[in-house]
């Protein structure tokens, strides 16, 4: 891994610009830029220093080739189901490979079985990216009211689909009039889930 890829993946995550990046890691613009050209290799320890407590894990290792570990937060408890709500509490931190830390943002745990024929179970943790739009057929995590549920989304003509995995639990269908009143939101896409059994 180099230093203009762990720049760049950031970058991208959070959509920043060269300056607020600078602004963030404590260095000029300029310097920025060269990261992301690949013109700077090696960096000075409190450059290091700043980039890892703005990142949450040792770039050290990384930049070096070295096997790390990270960690993103359990957030709370998501409920695959209807009717139910999200429990807003933290649960501790998760380890993940740097190639699956750059893809998402927070574990949510699930508690219920509408999404079991896609592995997702009660007990299991998913991760998900956060995102406001979803494509056609992706599984995602849905404010509906106070509600939160995870479920295979579909946006049509006159409103939003949800689709449990499960054939025992009915569709969801949320009109863009329901949409407004209730409310509803995305809240991200599922990027994958973990089971411990």
Known sequence: MELKEL???????YQLTNKQLAQQFQVSTNTVSRWLRGE????????ASNISAVLGFDVYPILKGTAVTLTQPI?????????MFLEDNYLGEEPLSYEE???GDYFLKVSGDSMMNVGICDGSLVYVK???TLQNGQIGVFAIGDEV????????????LLEAENPSIEP???SYAQAQLLPFHILGRVVFSKHYY
Do not use: S
């Open 7 to 13: 720049i760049q993946n950031y970058k991208n995550r």
């Open 101 to 103: 830390y750059k893809k």
């Open 75 to 83: 957030l709370g408890m998501a409920k695959a189901g209807y009717n």
């Open 149 to 160: 549920t995870i479920k295979r989304f579909y946006q049509e003509k006159d409103g939003f």
């Open 130 to 132: 956060t995102c406001r």
């Open 40 to 47: 700077v290799t090696n960096i000075q320890e409190e450059t």
């Open 172 to 174: 969801r269908f949320i």
